[in-house]
């Protein structure tokens, strides 16, 4: 009977394994040029617009730093003024080269004009001014138990404050009275529903927000909500991207409308960048090129181990301890 129980155990899970499905794409070109370039380590932790890697350097929109920030130091953002903002994940955030203490684990922080935007890991959020050490501005929200590990940082927009909560809210704070002006939810209602994304279409003034689950764009005329399951998203000039855990990459207008889409069977997209057209990582080897209107695709065979984490910022695409720059 045991040798019964072992080899019908064996025969579910090779039935398992053998009935899991790949994204297999026909026609793979190998008409492009992709350099890979070496970087001197690794990456080791990583939000949507930087990393860390093993060295203690870090990866930003202006590339890789020369400097190294101190030991058991990660990346959260760039202040207004270019200053690295870090946190060491206990009582410890580093601005340039100034350390300060805090009350609470830091998960996400945005500097500008001396006010300090800090979210904290118990979903706490506060507005310090960094000459006066003064908080000008702070709430307790409820504790969020599981995260998506994409948390992105406050974003100053104006005279307003953006705070990207745990808990699938936006809390918007005017940056003349310090006071809480609106309190927008995105995703209240999910497991997973903290804030990943967080865009200023300046064309036409439109915040675009995301959650795992769901796609929000705010304007002075109107608030929209559309749901998708999110693996990546990216804004590019007036247009909005996403690609979705089912395979499916979606362009749309800052109101959400889908102006095209195209569907990638079994498909799991890794991320999303931009050159002069739209490019997505797919985890069997693939780079997906799409023309403006999605009328035309090339796939191309970029081999990389999908098991290491990556990220794209603008036209770079970083992995493991390589990158390539988009054509």
């Keep these: 009977m045991r040798y ?14 053998s009935g899991k499905k790949y994204f297999e794409p026909e026609d793979v070109s190998s008409n492009i040029e992709l350099n890979k370039e070496s970087m001197s380590s690794s990456i080791t932790s990583m939000n949507k617009i930087g990393a860390t890697l093993d060295n ?70 506060e507005l310090i001014d960094i000459k006066t050490n ?12 599981a995260n998506d590990t994409r948390i992105t940082n406050p ?12 808990n699938g809210k936006v809390i918007i ?7 809480s002006i609106r309190n927008i939810s995105v995703d209240p209602d999910s497991e997973f529903n903290n804030i990943i994304s967080l865009n200023v279409i300046d064309g036409s003034q439109t915040l675009i927000v995301a959650s795992p689950n769901k796609v929000v764009s705010i304007s002075s005329k109107e608030i929209i909500t559309k749901n998708y399951e999110v693996r990546d998203i990216i804004v590019n000039k007036e247009d909005v991207y996403i690609a979705t855990i089912d395979g499916q990459i979606i362009k749309l207008t800052p109101s959400l409308v889908e102006v095209t889409k195209k569907k990638y069977k079994y498909a799991k ?11 997505a990582v797919e985890s069997q080897g693939y780079l997906i090129n799409l023309n403006h209107d999605f009328t035309d ?5 970029f081999s990389f181990d999908n098991k290491e984490r990556m990220i ?7 992995f493991d301890s390589k990158y390539i720059t988009l054509p």
């Design 173 to 179: 704070v005017s940056a003349l009275t310090n006071e």
């Design 312 to 318: 794209a910022i603008g036209n770079k695409i970083y």
């Design 56 to 125: 203690k350097k870090v990866i930003t929109a202006q590339g890789i730093s020369s400097f190294e920030l101190p030991e058991k130091f990660d990346f959260l953002n760039v202040s207004a003024d270019g200053k690295i903002i870090a946190t060491n994940y206990i009582n410890k955030i580093l601005i340039g080269n100034e350390e300060r203490i805090v009350k609470d684990v830091v998960v996400a922080a945005s500097l500008k004009d001396n006010k300090l935007a800090l979210v904290y890991s118990n979903n706490t959020i």
């Design 297 to 301: 695709d090339r796939i191309y065979k």
């Design 134 to 145: 003064k908080t000008l501005y702070k709430e307790y929200l409820p504790i969020s138990l």
């Design 155 to 166: 974003y100053f927009m104006g005279n307003l404050i953006l705070f990207p909560t745990l």
């Design 269 to 279: 997209i890794h991320a999303l960048g931009f050159s002069d057209s739209l490019y």
């Design 4 to 17: 019964f129980l072992i080899s019908l155990s064996a025969i579910f899970l090779f039935t398992a394994c």
